[in-house]
């Protein structure tokens, strides 16, 4: 957390997407300290997060709702893909305090697919002898052309930790064929699709897209807008998925302008 010690402020949760970690935000949340408590965690299985046996979509959410109200009511999560879905459920599902929900290049859908089972992955943990071999074998994922190489090298730095005296990734890799379904019966509701989902939520949702990730092309922009709002739609030119990389500065700028309306 960048200024904790403002606890008149509104705060701003910034969620990670998948594969990645706080730190990944470091370029962006500082700069809206002014207006806002701002903090970003890691999920499950993620960063400094401990790896967990097993994980649940309900699980991973009602994290994010938890240090969503650690931070106080009229919170805002600014989410990025897998961690915008995952927010998107906290929202839907015990997101009454939520002052908005801002989600960054994370797919919104109007179909409900089955839930896949991912085998265990076929390659062991990776362990590397320094700091610069193991950067090396740091990617993005989905691939895309890569960002700024002080920005990347950055994160990479704070994507490994120390196994048995070298060092591997901090990611639990294993998370998604650990992922089960909730056994919990009070908390195994029936999740709508993701547009049903957005247009439920009783906050303002906005989306933040790139405009040549392969998950918003240009056909799809409409249904967007019809379930958001046309004025909640904001696209950052010539950004890929991982639109705070490519792009940090339109970023920021753009962010700011959809959090002036949340300040309304």
């Not at 960002?147 to 990479?156: H, S």
């Not at 790139?210 to 240009?218: D, E, H, K, L, N």
């Not at 709002?229 to 970023?251: E, N, R, W």
Request: net charge neutral; proline share 5%.
């Amino acid at each position: 957390m960048w200024n904790a010690e403002d606890k008149n402020k509104p705060a701003l949760l910034f969620v990670h997407g998948h594969a990645a970690q706080s730190h990944w935000w470091d370029f962006i949340a500082p700069a809206f300290t002014e207006y806002f408590r701002v903090a970003a965690m890691d999920l499950a299985g993620h960063g400094d997060s401990d790896h967990q046996d097993q994980y649940t979509v309900f699980g991973i959410a009602n994290c994010i709702s938890a240090v969503a109200d650690q931070l106080g009511t009229q919170t805002t999560i600014v989410g990025h893909s897998f961690g915008g879905t995952m927010s998107r459920i906290a929202a839907f599902t015990q997101g009454g305090d939520l002052n908005a929900l801002i989600l960054v290049d994370s797919l919104i859908t109007a179909s409900k697919g089955e839930r896949r089972s991912h085998p265990q992955p076929k390659s062991k943990q990776h362990h590397y002898a320094s700091i610069e071999s193991a950067m090396k074998r740091f990617r993005l994922k989905p691939p895309q052309p890569k960002p700024p190489a002080y920005l990347l090298d950055y994160i990479a730095r704070y994507s490994f930790k120390t196994i048995d005296e070298e060092l591997g990734f901090k990611l639990d890799h294993h998370l998604f064929s650990k992922m089960v379904e909730e056994v919990d019966s009070d908390k195994s509701m029936s999740l709508p699709d993701a547009a049903t989902m957005v247009q439920k939520i009783k906050c303002p949702v906005f989306q933040i897209y790139g405009s040549q990730s392969r998950f918003f092309p240009p056909e799809s922009i409409a249904s967007l807008e019809s379930w958001l709002g046309s004025d909640h739609v904001f696209k950052i030119d010539d950004a890929h998925h991982h639109v705070f990389l490519d792009k940090p500065l339109a970023f920021t700028k753009v962010l700011s302008q959809v959090l002036s309306k949340v300040l309304r």
